[in-house]
């Protein structure tokens, strides 16, 4: 995660990722290439958790000896279709909308 911008604001998405044909030999290395399986998280992290999930995720895949690895990748959180100041709010059932 050292190689990517360093931002108070960046955000961290950890995917568990497949690999094959290749042998991690600590935590902290990213293969040269891997398939993205599914978000490890369903929200976004700070740095510091994404380092911490990554390490402990990692060495438990180590231990034993699975051939998935969490990657973290930087996001940037957009809030399409968000509601607006002014914006008159309806009431549905379920939930909360814009119109």
Known sequence: MSDAPCS???RWRVWIARY???QPQHCREIPPQCVAVEPAEPDPMSS???EQYVEAFNQAALAAGRHLWAIAVPVTIRYDGDCRPGEVLSRPVQSMTCR
Request: aromatic share 12%; glycine share 12%; proline share 0%.
């Open 8 to 10: 108070g604001h960046t």
């Open 20 to 22: 094959d044909r290749w």
């Open 48 to 50: 510091d958790q994404a």
